[in-house]
Nanobody, 115 residues
Framework: QVQLVESGGGLVQPGGSLRLSCAAS????????MGWYRQAPGKQREFVAA???????NYRDSVKGRFTISRDNAKNTVYLQMNSLKPEDTAVYYC?????????WGKGTQVTVPS
């Protein structure tokens, strides 16, 4: 069974940095695309970044140049380095992985950037 466990969230001042981690288990390999989404209070969940099965990456426009997604295939772990954080980055951040037709989600980790 696929399991995703996120960590690394917290409270950080504007302009600060955090690194989120997501450890995957249950038959996940480098061929499975993995990514990060976020959901702010009262808003829909939105795409943040993804690392694709071919090795490419993709980002939402508002985080380009500030966030970096990376992956350690030996550890089946994906990271999200977040720099220059802004109050509008406050949200619960979720990791996901696509295995065949199914997308699995972690439980999320809270990131708070006070205004």
């Amino acid at each position: 069974q696929v399991q995703l466990v996120e960590s690394g969230g917290g409270l950080v001042q504007p302009g600060g940095s955090l690194r989120l981690s997501c450890a995957a288990s249950g038959g996940i390999s480098s061929s499975n695309a993995m990514g990060w989404y976020r959901q702010a209070p009262g808003k829909q969940r939105e795409f943040v970044a993804a690392t694709l099965s071919g090795g490419g990456t993709n980002y939402r426009d508002s985080v380009k140049g500030r966030f970096t997604i990376s992956r350690d295939n030996a550890k089946n772990t994906v990271y999200l380095q977040m720099n220059s954080l802004k109050p509008e980055d406050t949200a619960v951040y979720y990791c996901n992985v696509a295995k065949g037709p199914i997308v699995y989600w972690g439980k999320g980790t809270q990131v708070t950037v006070p205004s």
